[in-house]
């Protein structure tokens, strides 16, 4: 198990600095920041002060291997734009992302999970086309569409539900349910297959046959069974909650890191975009080794070598 995680680890330290550079080099390419962070009535002394203090008179490789020695020290630079650290800036957005991406991710798996057993287990009656037929509707609805027609009906027409900011708990409710719609769509296709073919397992048959109540038959052995490929759904759903939902963030002016990345984007405020980026390179991959690891839990017969034992 210990060379199984150092293996994953040395593999996930590898992908972060291809993301690093990756990010480092294409914002580069992009153009010269300066010519969008100061007016171009900026006199040339400004302009030589600014280019030596954000190191840009310096060669390409030269800025590189600074940025990286300076990621080694856990120094993440300064804003461009504010001039305020950029730990200070992510610690201020990062909790507003959190709070509202994991409420939103426990609501996704109770609903999705309850919503596709429940469809597997009335398997071709009213109730399992019904679940389907709601899936796939929030599956298909764009989150900023469902965000918008959300502000047009609780905050504009009803006036019951604020439409942006997070000053109240009120104010989650709407983010939170866009959310948690299409997750818990996505959930509940996959759940409702994985529980059919728990449901048609031999195993099943067996346990049946000695005996077990139908409920324990379900709750311990089918459940537990099909929660395997459920967990790679949530592996992906919460990549997404880590980075942001920067789309929902946006609609609904959440203060947190998703749409803090869409405003350093358009600023071109570089140290910000390129922490944020590697932030949530590093929670997907936090996401998914958590993914590898329940595997194993779930299921004894896949060993972490990656086979089966």
């Not at 969008?36 to 030596?52: K, M």
């Not at 890191?257 to 600023?267: E, N, P």
């Amino acid at each position: 198990m210990s060379a199984y995680l150092a293996r994953r680890l040395v593999r996930s330290v590898v992908t972060l600095w291809l993301v690093a550079s990756i990010v480092f080099v294409a914002f580069r390419l992009a153009g010269d920041p300066l010519n969008v962070l100061l007016p171009d009535s900026t006199d040339p002394i400004t302009r030589a002060f600014y280019i030596e203090k954000w190191g840009f008179d310096k060669p390409l490789v030269e800025q590189y291997l600074r940025y990286f020695y300076n990621l080694a020290q856990g120094n993440l630079g300064q804003s461009y734009v504010s001039g305020r650290d950029v730990t200070a800036i992510i610690a201020e957005a990062l909790p507003n992302t959190l709070l509202l991406g994991l409420t939103a991710l426990a609501g996704s798996v109770l609903l999705g999970v309850g919503a596709g057993v429940v469809a597997a287990l009335f398997r071709g009656t009213v109730i399992d086309r019904g679940v389907m037929l709601a899936s796939v509707l929030a599956f298909s609805v764009p989150d900023y569409v469902l965000g918008v027609a959300l502000i047009f009906v609780f905050a504009v027409q009803w006036m019951v539900l604020p439409s942006s900011g997070s000053a109240t708990w009120a104010h989650m409710i709407l983010p939170l349910v866009t959310i948690a719609s299409s997750g818990a769509a996505r959930i509940a296709r996959f759940a409702r297959s994985a529980m059919l073919d728990a449901l048609n397992a031999p195993y099943l048959r067996t346990a049946r046959a000695k005996g077990l109540r139908e409920g324990r038959v379900v709750l311990r052995h089918a459940l537990r069974n099909a929660l395997i490929p459920i967990v790679t759904v949530l592996g992906f759903q919460l990549g997404f909650v880590l980075g942001g939902a920067a789309v929902v963030e946006t609609v609904f002016a959440w203060p947190g890191i998703g749409r803090l990345f869409v405003l350093s984007t358009a600023a071109r405020d570089l140290p910000v975009v390129q922490a944020l980026t590697l932030l949530i390179a590093a929670g997907v991959i936090a996401a998914n080794l958590a993914v590898d690891l329940a595997y194993g839990w779930l299921d004894p017969r896949i060993s972490l070598s990656g086979g089966r034992a």
